[in-house]
């Protein structure tokens, strides 16, 4: 199918009205929950996910899809009026967000973020159409060696650019790996990790492992915080940037738009690590670098085109090759896995109306989140001044009645407090939650490809060596790891602690 | 300083010192448990894998990088601001009992209650917002999710 059928048959799709509702819905929601500190998109799917237990594939992943970006939104709003990140990759916007509106320029600063973030989301869903295809293609001819190279790289990778030690990191890939192998195994059947349990028989859901690390982890942590009273908000006067602003943004924001897009693609490049990574570049450019952090236009402009850039184009991996490239989209692959739809190569072709109407709706939702955040600012603004000690147990009643529909269970709700309170112990000791999901995600895909294509090779393991393509995934990967290393790096030593991301 | 507030300090500042070699020692004990409960299982051998191959190899996998991090870890724990173990307490206390709560007398009093002791006790809030809120949520968040979406949560 050529592209232009696709997107004319994701339209068709997109457009229903049913589909409409959903992704409005979701970008409204997305932006709400955003606006939470602390709750990041990952902690947003998982309490909201629920929510799409009634509805088909499609319908779920759209409106899914339009709570990751408007919640990379509305995180920005806290950041730029008052200081406080709503997640980790808006930890960057606050350096010269919060000065110009410290300046009476917040009304600009929250137009720059909408329109740029519109630019870069733009850019990104045009490379999607044109490359995802054109990966999915190449992906189909891939076997099992070729996919175990590709699932461990990404979660290597992921693991390897965590915030925090790299250590940890890979300590917790090691345990999302073992906590996806509790249950029956596929090939043999027989039981295991299950600790006589027979509920664990069943494995452990998707759903109350992100609630609980996420969702539920997050509120005890802020628990220890003194949580905010309402804030003292001034009034947002003039939303749209000035002409001086356009002309000091418009090449930032063309160029983070492209370099969002490739850090997006690779595994935990999105979020923070492209608004950073685009932040440095930016202020490297410059010709006047003494202004960042004082309330840079250009500095804040390349830091938001990348973050939603880098959130479109993460999609691309997911729906070619079947792996998530972060924990947010982690978890929309255990959506879609939940509807019986198998995110990979063969997705396309098999299920070509969830494929081209995902990419259809993120057009869709990306002009929404302009038309809501430019005109709605003033209420989103408003909502700040509910006090999150009347918030946060709200996300704790709707977290327990989303884990407990998922299968009727009291169970699941157990099993979601106890990660909870695992969530939160690996915050207090530094740990970074990601890799966990990923690799629960990961596990089976690198278990069963690897089983594979040891019967393919009659345990032979230089099957991963001796393959072209495995060969030139493994140089590739390695110089992705050198770079994301390096730049990790250099994140660490300039950016402010407590950026784990969610 | 009260005999209480020298043995809070003391031991605060033993989790500081070792807030790695603590986290590494539990890890240690949760890798051990899992390669406990693999390793009964059948190996097979790599070109006939059996179901016990992939648990184990991973279980070695985190003991040695646990061991690693005991050995090489420096990080300090996330420091808690003072009068916050309450609020963590009592937050706990509520996610445990809430499932509890609800099998015996439904959703909306098991939510009515949690809200009202979170928002009175952690939050703060006076009795008559903390009333507001336990009954508004309550309700509010079960119309949403059982009437609105369908999903099976009973009321009481």
Known sequence: MDVLNGLSTGFEVALQPENLLYVTLGVLLGTLIGLLPGLGPTAAIAVLLPITFAMDATSAIIMLAGIYYGCMYGGRIPAILLNVPGDASSVITTLDGYPMAQRGRAGPALGITAIGSFIGGSVALLGLTIFAPIVAGWASRIGPPETVVLAVAGLLLASLIASGSRIKAIMMAAFGLLIAAIGIDNISGQQRLTFGSFELSNGIDIIPLAVGLFGLGEVLYLAEKKLRGSETLGKIKGILPSKEDWKITRVPILRSSVLGFFLGIMPGGGGALSSIVSYGVQKRLSKQPERFGKGAQDGLAATETADNASSNSAFIPLLTLGLPPNSVLALLFGVLMMHNVTPGPSLIEDHPEVFWGIIASMYIGNVLLLLFNLPLIGVFVQLLRIPTGIMFPFVIVIAFCGVYSANNRLFDVYVAVVFGIIGYLLKKFRFDMTPVILAFILGPVIETGFRRAMVMSDGSMTIFFERPGTIIMMIAIACIATFMVFATSRRQKSAPADSTDR | ?156
């Open chain 2, 1 to 156: 300083m009260t005999a209480k507030k020298q043995r809070a300090f003391t031991t605060r500042m033993f989790v500081l010192r070792r807030g790695d070699k603590i986290s590494a020692t539990a890890a240690l004990v949760v890798f051990g448990a899992f390669l406990a409960a693999s390793i009964g299982l059948e190996f097979g051998t790599l070109a006939s894998a059996g179901p016990g191959l992939w648990p184990t190899s991973i279980a070695v996998l985190g003991l040695v990088f646990a061991g690693l991090l005991f050995a090489l870890g420096r990080d300090t724990p996330v420091l808690a601001e003072d009068q916050s173990g309450k609020r963590l307490l009592l937050t706990m206390a509520v996610l445990v009992l809430y499932a509890p709560t609800y099998s015996l007398v439904g959703f909306i009093p098991a939510s009515a209650l949690a809200l009202l002791v979170l928002v009175r006790f952690s939050g703060g809030f006076g009795w008559v917002t903390s009333l507001l809120s336990a009954a508004i949520g309550s309700i509010g968040v079960y119309a949403i999710f059982s009437i609105g979406l369908n999903l099976p949560i009973d009321a009481f």
